[in-house]
């Protein structure tokens, strides 16, 4: 079984930063992609960026300059730092991740990320 443990959410005034945290553990789990993901109130839940063991990224246009996410492999942890935040980045963050050899997709419970002045 894989459990995500997710940290760093909060409140943050327009402007600030945040760094959320995810460690994924489990019985030899090695992850091959870890990501985020959000979901706004009366919205689509949509990526926010994703990252491969490898250190190739992806991310969403609207986060793109912005946030950053990384991962460290040893420690099966991914964060992402989030900087100029916006009152629209406002939302639930959901921690990812899936295993190489497996078709699983594995979410983390999610943490508020709330921008507001």
């Known amino acids: 079984q894989v459990q995500l443990v997710e940290s760093g959410g909060g409140l943050v005034q327009p402007g600030g930063s945040l760094r959320l945290t995810c460690v994924a553990s489990?019985?030899?789990?090695?992850?091959?992609?870890m990501g985020w993901y959000r979901q706004a109130p009366g919205k689509q839940r949509e990526l926010v960026a994703d990252i491969i063991r490898t250190g190739y990224t992806n991310y969403a246009d609207s986060v793109k300059g912005r946030f950053t996410i990384s991962r460290d492999n040893a420690k099966n942890t991914v964060y992402l730092q989030m900087n100029s935040l916006k009152p629209e980045d406002t939302a639930v963050y959901y921690c990812?991740?899936?295993?190489?050899?497996?078709?699983?997709?594995?979410w983390g419970q999610g943490t508020q990320v709330t921008v507001s002045s």
């Open positions: 489990g019985s030899s789990y090695s992850p091959w992609l």
């Open positions: 990812n991740t899936k295993g190489g050899t497996s078709p699983n997709m594995y």
